[in-house]
């Protein structure tokens, strides 16, 4: 079980100082044949990205700006499971270290207070057709202050600082809890599938129960949230009662 689980990945993580970005890093170490579970962490990130060719805000030594190289033997149409999969094992982290009381916005927002507290990246690599490897990457906004965001960003980011009271978190104590409850559900997924990770992601998100908002070719529209279909799409219901999946992109909750 969980408790008596020894993490591998822990003696594979470089700390590094100041990159561009910590996924185009461990593409690097994935590309030189690095084994699973491989990770690059720094300092500060001066070109980090985000999802939809956003920038993500890395500023030193405030967060875990982190990318881990995996191997998975899957067909690309369910690497959207690993997005979710990941997010439940840095939510689990976040709980078990800080005890504060993150949720998850589908697809792998992190949320606490209503605001953004982590973000999740992940890419793939073809090869053939099929998937040659992926990177996960995961920012987690630690010990930023107020002040350390940017007047556009004070809106919808928040930190486990500011969440957590005041209290700053040790950084290479929750880098160590992440990369073990990933690895954990890692092994999990390959062994059971995406049953067990599906169930432990409804029981965190808080997107479930909630009216929500997206776009469609057609135009805005609005349906309740209701589940997750096999591949880790969203399960939305209309007023009509008609079911539909979106499997990735932007919701709004309403
Ligand atoms: C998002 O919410 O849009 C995803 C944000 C992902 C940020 C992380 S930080 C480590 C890794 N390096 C990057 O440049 N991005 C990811």
């Known amino acids: 079980g969980r408790d008596t689980f020894a993490c591998s990945w822990l003696d594979r993580v470089q700390l590094l100082e100041e990159v561009v970005s910590t996924q185009e890093e461990a593409k690097k170490l ?46 690309l149409s369910l690497t959207p499971q690993l997005t979710l999969l990941a997010g439940v094992a840095v939510c689990t982290a976040i709980r078990e270290v800080t005890g504060v009381q993150a949720g998850i916005k589908w697809p792998n927002d992190l949320l606490a207070g209503g605001r953004k507290i982590c973000g999740i990246l992940l890419e793939s690599s073809l090869r053939e057709g099929g998937l040659h490897y992926c990177i996960a990457g995961i920012g987690i906004a630690v010990n930023l202050t107020e002040e350390d965001y940017p007047q556009e960003l004070k809106s919808i980011g928040t930190s486990l600082l500011i969440e957590g009271g005041g209290i700053p978190v040790d950084r290479t104590v929750l880098t160590e809890a992440v990369l073990t409850e990933l690895e954990y559900l890692y092994i999990l997924y390959s062994e059971q599938g995406f049953k067990p990770i599906r169930e432990l992601w409804e029981s965190m998100s808080v997107t479930l129960g909630r009216q929500v908002c997206y776009n469609t070719p057609e135009g805005r529209c609005e349906a309740l949230a209701v589940g997750l279909d096999d591949n880790g799409g969203l399960l939305l219901k209309d007023r009509t009662g008609a079911v539909m999946s979106v499997l990735s992109g932007e919701i709004e909750m309403i």
Do not use: C, D
């Not at 084994?35 to 956003?54: L, N």
């Open 30 to 75: 994935a590309e030189n044949g690095a084994p699973e579970g491989t990770s690059v962490r720094a300092e500060e990130q001066t070109g980090g990205r985000g999802r939809m060719g956003r920038k993500w805000h890395s500023p030193r030594g405030k967060g875990i700006w982190i990318s881990i190289v995996l191997r998975p033997e899957l067909p």
